[in-house]
């Protein structure tokens, strides 16, 4: 699953830093001359992003996407990505190997400059699309310096060589150690556990890139296997994943739980002024905007140019055709772009030899010259289906008008909330216990499950910067319903009114004012039981339908009661999971385990005030996970299935997830 929670106690936070400039004797004079990868691993976030959960993907990411690069110039159709039991990880492809041959100026093989060298892997082949910033593209150089072990092994003119390296510097020279009549590049690497805070990779985030890359790069075939695990044949985890379709089948995956308004996918692939264009597109019944934009094979999460490309065109072209057909004749208000994108699910990948990106996250194109190559394929080819298909027209302008016609309920509903919360001064929800602090950055809110437990956290916390908002019962499930109806909804009004943020301006229907934001951590907290788990991910739903911004930027956390107390006479432990919970029986029991006795909990209800204090709002003690959308296509396919009206979907999902989950049915 790709909406991860991630492990974290409030006081690990901190672990880990890089040791600063004085205390490892680099100043700022001789970062200037280090040379290459030495600056890899004094400063590792600013080539990987960060060192954490993230940062360790991201190595297997940058040596996939280097086979990646050898399938687009023609070269491989087979990258192997293993998972080894001791999170070590091997990437092989058939391509046709890197080049070992002795370079003059250097005097050294090739492969050693590829390896060891920063950004040197893109001097070999320049006339495939590397990216120059971003992300990936720093290089395979850079996973060297940043594993404590890495080896390569390269097939190539009938030879098998090899070079082994310790945090990016070689242990031997480049050796031939055999022969073959294959080509490829084998590359196996163990992450240094001194740079990176965590070292155990998820089977689930890697696949979920590899599902992806599969889409956006048709016709190679990448496979998963996870050396750690077995299945009940005894065969370890494996997953393979090849698309002959490409994008067209990567909308129809994304909306495999959705109802379809076309029978097909639009699909355009063209190029323009020397940009390749990819797009894929398909209406659903649903009121949610879906659309997901690459360059270069990397998610453009803050979108750019070629997004803005794909819009000015839909909607030009989409609002023309529905002008001329007269279908607008009876319409009241004017249609807004908006419109034109409600229930609209679509993929557009774009190539582009000399990305510029930008934005806080440098996911957003910058390339100005893109918007009117995207702007054209799509304009042109959507022009022609519309003529050709005026069924599916006609049910796509029909879909436009009730679009329009329900943002402007929405609009109604919205401001009807945000009036009456300024009339009634200030307008805290009457439920919310707030706390004194008034510096977002130091305030916390705790989103409770039931009136009840909602009443011991208030006791429980601390309230200089703790503030509670008991929610009754299941809130309204987002993903069914329009958008007017949720103002309606009693528990999302409190929760939009508590957390300070409205949707909607004047100019934008789908701004947030999140500057406003009243706590920058909100924590939900639910019984550990089904019902419990279904409520958190109805109120996850929420956020991410309505406040994205507010996952993204690692406001949301889920708060985790423990599972068990085990006591003796005064002494007593609590315990998240059975091992942790055997362990302190072993312990307080000191093997005479008679008089232990062990308290399985069911709800928040069964503790008092002091002992939620201790183990689940105590930043001291607690643990939270924090919510993050690794990727953001792959999250929308869950919320949409979990949410949705399909059962046996969701019923495999659980089953299939359930060992992850501390689910007690
Ligand atoms: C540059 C030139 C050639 C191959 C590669 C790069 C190459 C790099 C990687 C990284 C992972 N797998 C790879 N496969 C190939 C070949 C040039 C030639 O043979 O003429």
Same mark, same amino acid.
């Given at each position: 699953?790709?909406?991860?929670?991630?492990?974290?106690?409030?006081?690990?936070?901190?672990?880990? /830093?890089i040791?600063?400039?004085?205390?490892?004797?680099?100043?700022?004079?001789?970062i200037?001359?280090?040379?290459?990868?030495?600056?890899?691993?004094?400063?590792p976030?600013?080539?990987?992003?960060?060192?954490?959960?993230?940062?360790?993907?991201?190595? +297997?990411y940058?040596?996939?996407?280097?086979?990646?690069?050898?399938?687009?110039?023609?070269y491989?159709k087979?990258?192997?990505?293993?998972?080894? #039991?001791?999170?070590?990880?091997t990437?092989?492809?058939?391509?046709?190997?890197i080049?070992?041959?002795i370079?003059?100026?250097?005097?050294?093989?090739?492969?050693e400059?590829v390896?060891?060298?920063?950004?040197?892997g893109?001097?070999f082949?320049k006339?495939t699309?590397?990216v120059s910033?971003?992300?990936?593209?720093?290089?395979?150089s850079?996973?060297?310096?940043?594993?404590?072990?890495?080896?390569?092994?390269?097939?190539?003119?009938?030879?098998?060589?090899?070079?082994?390296?310790?945090?990016?510097?070689?242990?031997?020279?480049?050796?031939?150690?055999?022969?073959?009549?294959?080509?490829?590049?084998?590359?196996?690497?163990?992450?240094?556990?001194?740079i990176?805070?965590?070292?155990?990779?998820?089977?689930?985030?890697?696949t979920?890139?590899?599902?992806?890359?599969a889409?956006?790069?048709?016709?190679v075939?990448? #496979?998963i296997?996870?050396?750690?695990?077995?299945?009940e044949?005894g065969?370890? =985890?494996?997953?393979?994943?090849?698309s002959?379709?490409?994008?067209?089948?990567?909308?129809l995956?994304?909306?495999?739980?959705?109802?379809?308004?076309i029978?097909e996918?639009?699909?355009?692939?063209?190029?323009?002024?020397g940009?390749?264009?990819?797009?894929?597109?398909?209406y659903?019944?649903?009121?949610?905007?879906?659309?997901?934009?690459?360059?270069n094979?990397?998610?453009?999460h803050?979108?750019?140019?070629?997004?803005a490309g794909?819009?000015?065109?839909?909607?030009?072209?989409?609002?023309?055709?529905?002008?001329?057909?007269?279908?607008?004749?009876?319409? /009241?208000?004017?249609i807004?772009g908006?419109?034109?994108?409600?229930?609209?699910?679509?993929?557009?990948?774009?190539?582009?030899?000399?990305?510029?990106f930008?934005?806080?996250?440098?996911?957003?194109?910058?390339?100005?010259?893109?918007?009117?190559?995207v702007?054209?394929?799509?304009?042109?080819m959507?022009?022609?289906f519309l003529?050709e298909?005026p069924k599916?027209?006609?049910?796509?302008?029909?879909?436009?008008?009730?679009?329009?016609?329900?943002?402007?309920?929405a609009?109604?509903?919205?401001?009807?909330?945000?009036?009456k919360g300024a009339?009634?001064?200030g307008?805290?929800p009457?439920?919310?216990a707030?706390?004194? !602090?008034?510096?977002?950055?130091?305030?916390?809110?705790?989103?409770?499950?039931?009136?009840?437990?909602g009443?011991t956290?208030?006791?429980?916390r601390?309230r200089?910067f703790?503030?509670?908002l008991?929610?009754?019962g299941k809130?309204?499930?987002?993903?069914?319903a329009?958008?007017?109806?949720?103002?309606?909804?009693?528990?999302?009004?409190?929760i939009?009114?508590?957390?300070?943020v409205?949707?909607g #301006?004047?100019?934008?229907?789908?701004?947030?004012?999140? !500057?406003?934001l009243r706590y920058h951590? =909100?924590?939900i907290?639910?019984?550990?039981?089904?019902?419990?788990?279904? =409520?958190?991910?109805?109120?996850?739903?929420?956020?991410?339908?309505?406040?994205?911004?507010? =996952?993204?930027?690692?406001?949301?956390?889920i708060?985790t009661?423990p599972?068990?107390?085990?006591?003796?006479g005064k002494?007593?432990?609590?315990?998240w999971?059975e091992? !942790?919970?055997?362990?302190?029986?072993?312990?307080?029991?000191?093997?005479?385990?008679?008089? +232990?006795?062990?308290?399985r909990?069911?709800?928040?209800?069964e503790?008092?005030?002091?002992?939620?204090? !201790?183990?689940t709002?105590?930043?001291?003690?607690?643990k939270?996970?924090?919510?993050?959308?690794?990727?953001?296509?792959?999250?929308?396919?869950?919320?949409s299935m979990?949410?949705?009206?399909?059962v046996?979907?969701?019923?495999?999902?659980i089953? /299939?997830?359930a060992?992850?989950?501390n689910?007690?049915?």
């Open positions: 699953m790709s909406v991860k929670t991630t492990e974290l106690v409030d006081s690990e936070l901190e672990t880990k /830093k040791m600063s400039e004085k205390e490892n004797g680099y100043g700022a004079e001789s200037t001359v280090l040379e290459g990868l030495e600056a890899v691993r004094l400063r976030a600013m080539y990987i992003g960060d060192t954490g959960l993230r940062g360790l993907h991201h190595l +297997v940058e040596v996939v996407d280097n086979s990646i690069d050898e399938a687009l110039a023609g491989c087979n990258i192997e990505v293993f998972i080894h #039991t001791d999170n070590s990880i990437v092989n492809d058939d391509g046709r190997g080049p070992t041959g370079m003059k100026k250097e005097n050294k093989s090739a492969l400059i390896m060891t060298v920063l950004h040197a893109g001097k082949n006339d699309y590397k910033g971003g992300l990936h593209g720093v290089g395979v850079c996973v060297n310096a940043l594993s404590i072990h890495l080896k390569t092994v390269v097939q190539r003119e009938g030879q098998i060589f090899t070079q082994e390296y310790s945090k990016g510097k070689p242990l031997y020279d480049v050796k031939v150690i055999g022969k073959s009549d294959k080509t490829g590049t084998s590359q196996t690497f163990l992450p240094d556990n001194t990176f805070t965590e070292s155990v990779y998820h089977y689930d985030i890697l979920a890139r590899l599902r992806e890359l889409y956006l790069n048709k016709g075939r990448l #496979t296997t996870d050396e750690r695990e077995k299945n044949k065969e370890f =985890i494996s997953d393979s994943f090849f002959e379709g490409g994008l067209k089948e990567f909308v995956y994304l909306d495999e739980n959705r109802e379809k308004l029978p996918p639009i699909y355009m692939e063209s190029e323009k002024n940009f390749p264009v990819e797009v894929a597109m398909l659903n019944s649903s009121y949610t905007e879906n659309l997901h934009s690459y360059v094979n990397i998610n453009t803050e979108g750019g140019t070629h997004l794909f819009r000015r065109a839909l909607t030009r072209t989409l609002k023309s055709y529905a002008e001329k057909s007269g279908m607008l004749a009876k319409m /009241k208000f004017e807004d908006d419109d034109f994108r409600e229930g609209l699910t679509a993929v557009i990948s774009v190539k582009v030899a000399e990305p510029q930008e934005g806080q996250t440098k996911t957003k194109l910058g390339n100005k010259e893109v918007i009117g190559a702007d054209t394929v799509v304009g042109e959507l022009n022609n003529e298909h599916e027209a006609k049910v796509i302008v029909d879909k436009v008008i009730l679009a329009a016609q329900a943002r402007h309920a609009r109604k509903a919205r401001e009807l909330v945000q009036r009339l009634t001064g307008g805290l009457g439920k919310l707030d706390c004194s !602090e008034k510096d977002p950055f130091q305030c916390e809110l705790f989103l409770v499950e039931g009136d009840s437990a009443g956290a208030k006791q429980g601390n200089n703790q503030a509670v008991p929610l009754r809130i309204l499930n987002v993903e069914k329009m958008e007017y109806k949720i103002y309606e909804n009693e528990e999302i009004k409190n939009y009114t508590a957390l300070g409205f949707k #301006t004047a100019e934008d229907d789908r701004a947030l004012n999140i !500057e406003k951590k =909100i924590v907290m639910c019984d550990a039981d089904v019902d419990g788990s279904h =409520i958190t991910t109805l109120i996850l739903t929420f956020f991410f339908r309505y406040m994205k911004e507010l =996952i993204e930027n690692g406001h949301i956390y708060a009661p599972l068990y107390l085990v006591k003796k002494e007593q432990r609590y315990a999971t091992e !942790e919970r055997d362990a302190a029986i072993a312990e307080i029991g000191k093997n005479g385990k008679d008089n +232990v006795g062990v308290q909990y069911k709800g928040l209800g503790m008092n005030a002091e002992q939620l204090w !201790e183990t709002i105590n930043p001291e003690s607690r939270l996970r924090k919510v993050s959308i690794e990727s953001a296509a792959e999250a929308d396919r869950i919320f979990l949410m949705g009206d399909d046996a979907p969701r019923r495999d999902f089953e /299939k997830n060992r992850y989950a689910i007690d049915a």
